[in-house]
């Protein structure tokens, strides 16, 4: 099996914080999930995250306006460089303060960067003339605040840009020095300013504060004239012209009336070539002034359409309003969320707008022309707890610390649907064999079994004593629903299909921490904190058929996929491998404490080193082929095992945010204080009041001043293999984190020699060898060349070739065929190489099936989804053909009765 695992996507949250963005065409929208930023494809429906990452978490992020180069920077102000189109890490930079706003010029070859009280601005990254990439590059530095800048914008002529600050003033700046012009002070605010806006194609001004107030500042050109300056230093020179000449000596006149006529005639070309400048200057009227009126709400963020002068105000409430400028008409006002909007953009045609709610998670796009939404999701408020893939992989179910259990599409990467029915967090979430169910335990005492095509709660199973449910688990045939007491120790057995309790197995002396069915045959695994593992045969008198005794507290397991093997995960950090095809047996044991070595949490007094002996794999799952192990616990790292020599084949790291506590191997002696470490004290001194309010206790006003942030801890919850084997779930602090096979490195050289090469093979094809042309890609193992071979053969000897590819090239022609199923336009022509294929080496395939599993999965996958869109196709065709054809009844019957009127 492959193990070159690479970061695909994240699932599981849309929007953590900072500020939303657009793409300059308007189709996709950026926000900043974690360390990562995740890109909503609205139009071809579809997202995707960006492989770079920040040190911590992305506060703001600016994209250039020809789209090909994107800043990136965290809460402390480190800065990253990203090829936006390629997806590529170019350069790291740190601007040693934390950044509140940043902004590309419109001409694009600046951009400006706040920095406590002053504004820095950089050229655009590009490269020189001289070959040489120089990223950042100061053109100048801005001061003038009193207190830290908030915002910023830049006129259409990217010649000024205007600051607004924690001072309750704004001020205009020009990029480059003009003559007689000072920075323009603009003071009529309460509070601190949210958004300052240049108009379109226009000097005028808006200016949003806090408070809710709006304020437009209109604008006057006014001429300067050099000249004016110079007259007050004029009169100074020329007085002490005249002290100088009195004291002088002697002068010869006719040297002094040359040089009076030079003087006269420098005057007179200086005057003809003197320009007046004009400067631009600023009032404020009293119609001028505009007030949001949402009831004592604040306002959070702001942002403008400017070729429509559209305004888009977020409130504390969780109201938004669009405004239409200079007037101030209000054309919507809608509550999307219970909590504050942190963030607001508008696309390039202003149809689109797109809200974000960092304290739930929630990313909106609202198209306010026709008032529906273009995209609304919304991550899990708290940690997710469980991972599982549907048998089909087209599906990854998910729950949550918040009791929701969320249904995501593997491609697309969007929650499709949220099950709310629970009130405790999710423990134990599994689907039903046939795809058409799911099931959840939950620490409110139920397990639900939902209904995935009418998208419904359809069976809710109880115990006759209230208690909590820690795991669960269902047998392959579906009939049976089990899940383990984390109170009475107990297992309760379910009947699917009456929902009745059944059975309740007892035996084991502390909480059932995990539970699997054998997927071959009726045996029910159960891990318990009592060290023990117990196989029980549920169908038979005699429930327990084996005991297996190990040193420490088990906290999950696993069956292989031909349900011969058992592997238990333990407290103190082993894995131990059990034979389960008899009489059950002890295989092998692998030690991964030192695997898991890495990472101090924050208030921990002892070194990384010595902190290992309190960390454990939690989850484990093997692959499909059951030739590797993937297991993950409370660490930043998961480990890939190869089960046979029990060895480490892979650590991949699944998140190196410094936000996040553990994920640093050495912390720093400066941070730690007597009050404890600096991490864990807020040391903000401008955070709101709304923000310590306790809404939990009635009459509670002002709140507590002394709260603490905790930082969340990186670990993993929970694993999961893909059907097909070829990506991974792990279910993560940072989110789900998708893993998938990189396939653009396909080399195998071991069974080459120098004849198999692609001008030879296109030889052999145009001399119509097929067999020795496919064994020969098939040798070369590059896909192209194998698809190119494939597309050449004739239909009428595809089932002649397909019966002579020998049985070692099996895994390649599936993942050939899986991929050209689902893109190829030659559908039928690639079916007929799957039917005559699987007819030629059917016998073979079903007596290794779990060898071929993985290919056999990703061509029903695809045949799954070429169905689905062929059907839509033909209902779409369907519909239209019907009103088509009633289109001509009605056009015949029209033209009849005109006819008859007419004779």
């Avoid at 408070?211 to 001429?223: A, N, Q």
């Avoid at 005249?242 to 004291?247: H, L, P, R, T």
């Avoid at 117990?534 to 292989?560: C, G, Q, Y």
Wanted: charged share 25%; net charge negative; aromatic share 8%.
């Amino acid at each position: 099996m492959k193990f070159g695992y690479k970061f695909s996507n994240l699932f599981g949250e849309v929007h953590s914080q900072g500020n939303l963005l657009f793409t300059p065409d308007g189709n996709s929208v950026l926000s900043a999930v974690g360390n990562r930023v995740s890109v909503f494809d609205l139009v071809n429906n579809v997202s995707y995250t960006l492989p770079c990452e920040c040190s911590r978490d992305v506060d703001h992020m600016a994209l250039s306006p020809n789209g090909l180069i994107l800043l990136m920077v965290d809460v402390e102000g480190r800065a990253i460089l990203v090829s936006f189109p390629r997806r590529v890490l170019l350069y790291r930079f740190n601007f040693k303060a934390p950044v509140k706003d940043i902004k590309f010029s419109p001409c694009g070859l600046y951009f400006a960067v706040t920095h406590k009280r002053q504004v820095h601005v950089y050229r655009t990254p590009e490269v020189s003339e001289t070959k040489e990439f120089a990223p950042f590059l100061l053109h100048r530095k801005y001061v003038g605040h009193f207190q830290d800048v908030t915002c910023l914008d830049w006129s259409h002529d990217s010649k000024y840009f205007v600051t607004g600050s924690k001072d309750a003033t704004a001020r205009i700046y020009t990029l480059d020095p003009l003559p007689g012009y000072t920075p323009v002070s603009l003071t009529a605010h309460k509070d601190k300013l949210v958004g300052v806006f240049f108009a379109h194609n226009s000097m005028d001004i808006y200016t949003t504060s806090k408070d809710g107030t709006l304020l437009v500042w209109k604008s006057r050109w006014e001429e300067y004239n050099p000249k004016d300056d110079e007259s007050d230093k004029g009169e100074e020179n020329i007085k002490g012209e005249e002290n100088s000449k009195e004291n002088e000596s002697s002068m010869d006149e006719s040297d002094d009336k040359q040089q009076s006529d030079t003087e006269s005639s420098s005057d007179d070309e200086g005057s003809e070539n003197e320009e007046v400048i004009q400067h631009p200057r600023w009032s404020l009227a009293k119609d001028d002034r505009h007030y949001f009126l949402q009831d004592h709400a604040k306002l959070i963020t702001s942002t403008i359409h400017k070729p429509s002068n559209l305004l888009i105000a977020g409130f504390s409430n969780g109201i938004f309003g669009l405004y239409e400028l200079p007037d101030f008409n209000n054309i919507h006002t809608l509550s999307i969320s219970t909590k504050r909007i942190t963030a607001a953009c508008v696309n390039a045609t202003g149809e689109w707008l797109a809200l974000g709610c960092s304290k739930l998670g929630q990313l909106l796009v609202w198209e306010w022309q026709s008032e529906t939404y273009v995209l609304k999701q919304q991550g899990h408020h708290y940690d997710m707890n469980c991972v599982a893939y549907s048998p089909d992989g087209q599906m990854i179910a998910t729950g949550g610390e918040d009791g929701k259990v969320k249904l995501w599409n593997s491609l697309s990467g969007f929650c499709v649907i949220t099950f709310t029915e629970h009130t405790g967090a999710i423990t134990g979430l599994t689907f039903a064999q046939n795809g058409m169910s799911i099931l959840s335990s939950s620490l409110d005492g139920t397990v639900r079994a939902f209904d995935l095509m009418r998208y419904r709660n359809f069976r809710t199973f109880t115990s006759p004593e209230p208690t909590q449910f820690s795991s669960m688990a269902i047998d392959p045939s579906g009939e049976i629903v089990v899940a383990g007491c984390q109170d009475s120790f107990q297992i309760c057995v379910w009947s699917m299909k009456s929902g009745q309790l059944v059975d309740m197995l007892a035996g084991h002396e502390g909480p059932v921490a995990t539970l699997h069915f054998n997927p071959i045959r009726s045996l029910l695994a159960s891990g318990s904190w009592d060290n023990t593992v117990r196989l029980w045969d549920i169908f038979e008198h005699k429930r327990t058929r084996d005991t297996l005794e190990l040193a420490s507290d088990v906290i999950s397991l696993a069956f292989r996929s031909d349900g011969r093997e058992l592997t238990t995960s333990t407290l103190n950090g082993n894995l131990t491998i059990w034979d389960v095809s008899g009489p059950a047996s002890q295989l092998r044991t692998i030690e991964g404490r030192k695997d898991l070595a890495g990472g101090r949490l924050t208030h921990e007094r002892v070194t990384a080193k010595h902190a290992d002996a309190s960390k454990c794999f939690t989850n484990i799952c093997y692959s499909a082929d059951g030739s590797c192990l993937l297991a993950g616990g409370n660490t930043k790292y998961v480990c890939i095992y190869e089960v046979s020599q029990a060895v480490l084949l892979k650590r991949i790291c699944i998140s190196n945010n410094r936000s996040l506590d553990g994920t640093l191997q050495f912390l720093n002696s400066k941070d730690m204080t007597d009050a404890g470490p600096m991490a864990l004290i807020d040391a903000d001194s401008d955070s709101d009041v709304e923000d310590r309010l306790d809404t939990s206790l009635p009459g509670s006003v002002k709140g507590d001043f002394s709260t603490r942030r905790a930082r969340p801890e990186v670990r993993t919850k929970d694993v999961q293999f893909s059907p097909t084997g070829r990506s991974f779930a792990a279910a993560s602090t940072a989110g789900l984190l998708i893993y998938s096979l990189d396939d653009s490195i396909v080399f195998d050289p071991s069974d080459l020699d120098l004849d198999i090469t692609p001008d030879n093979i296109r030889k052999v094809l145009q001399s119509q060898e097929y067999i020795t042309a496919v064994i020969m890609s098939l040798r070369l193992n590059e896909e192209e060349v194998i698809c190119e071979v494939l597309d050449a053969i004739p239909s009428e000897q595809v089932q002649l070739v397909a019966q002579s590819v020998p049985p070692v090239y099996t895994s390649v022609i599936f993942s050939v065929l899986a991929k050209k199923i689902d893109q190829s336009q030659h559908l039928e022509y690639y079916l007929q190489w799957a039917r005559h294929f699987l007819n030629a080496h059917g016998l073979r395939l079903k007596d290794q099936s779990s060898r071929y599993a993985v290919g056999l999965r990703a061509i029903l996958k695809s045949l799954q989804r070429k169905q689905e869109e062929i059907g839509t196709l033909c209902g779409e065709n369907g519909f239209a053909l019907g009103y088509l054809l009633k289109s001509m009844k009605m056009k015949k019957n029209t033209d009849f009765s005109m006819e008859s009127l007419m004779s």
